[in-house]
């Protein structure tokens, strides 16, 4: 096929040697099968910002750490400098996530390299050779929804105790290899300890690979694997080989209004500080 321009320089510099299909085409990228190094990998080329329909990136970006100060206060103030950065940040987010995934045992698809906005990695087959078809294209026995709901939870806890949430986990960016399911798509990934819907996010992921697999074998559906893990890894005491139950005892107890009122008030008071305390910095600068 015609090399796509996003990936003509990749391929004069020798990291691809041909495109030969494009494999999708999404809300944040398009994704391209290519030779490269002599095997086949997949070029996830990123759309720019303008293009992207991702709305609520702000909101995902929450806790991830920026080391250099002058790009962090470029970042909060929103100057063309500070958008270029903010871009540059969200583009490596899935390339940082993939190798510390990897790292973490999570089956993750094996990151090449990234340049110029292209992410080369590793293509996911399915038994038969082909490309991996999503959770969504394939229809499951309750067996195999057991077995991989089993796998899919084990990731997720592997990767809360690497400190990330996906974010975005459904059955459209799980695909079915050979060997079980590959989690994909990880440029919202969550900074676990430090964005503030944190909690919210992981449970929505849980809630949705329990919902997907109960089609298969409903009795999953009565599972509270979100809560659970949630709850030990607040208490400190969730680790990649913790036993789970599936069950979860929920707080009943009625909850002290006086003293959620008097939280929020000084909540609210902290805030007024650190907003007038950031303006006083701005006005010296």
């Not at 499951?140 to 899919?152: N, S």
């Not at 680790?239 to 929020?264: K, R, S």
Request: hydrophobic share 40%; aromatic share 8%.
């Amino acid at each position: 096929m015609k090399i796509p321009k996003r990936l003509q320089p990749l391929v004069d510099d020798g990291l691809i040697d041909e495109v030969e299909s494009q494999l999708m085409s999404g809300k944040e990228a398009q994704v391209y099968v290519v030779r490269s190094g002599g095997e086949r990998r997949c070029a996830k080329v990123f759309k720019e910002a303008k293009q992207r329909s991702f709305k609520q990136a702000v909101q995902y970006q929450e806790g991830r750490k920026e080391r250099n100060s002058r790009r962090s206060r470029a970042m909060a103030k929103k100057t063309r400098y500070g958008q270029k950065e903010q871009e540059q940040a969200w583009l490596n987010s899935e390339v940082d996530a993939l190798y510390r995934l990897a790292a973490a045992d999570v089956r993750v698809p094996k990151p090449f390299g990234f340049v110029d906005g292209v992410l080369l990695m590793e293509i996911i087959m399915d038994a038969e050779g082909m490309t991996a078809p999503r959770l969504d294209d394939v229809t499951l026995t309750a067996e195999q929804a057991r077995t991989y709901y089993d796998k899919v939870i084990g990731d997720v806890v592997r990767m809360l105790c690497a400190g990330l949430i996906h974010g975005d986990l459904s059955e459209f960016n799980v695909l079915l290899a050979e060997e079980g399911p590959v989690i994909i798509d990880l440029p919202q990934a969550v900074d676990a300890a430090g964005n503030n819907s944190a909690e919210r996010m992981f449970e929505r992921d849980v809630d949705n690979m329990r919902r997907y697999f109960g089609r298969f074998a409903p009795e999953l559906l009565n599972t509270d694997f979100g809560k659970e893990i949630w709850s030990l890894y607040e208490a400190g005491e969730l680790y990649p080989d913790t036993q789970l139950t599936g069950c979860f005892e929920h707080d009943n107890t009625p909850a002290d209004v006086d003293e959620l009122m008097m939280v929020i008030e000084y909540a609210q008071e902290e805030e007024e500080e650190r907003l007038a305390a950031a303006q006083a910095r701005e006005e010296d600068d």
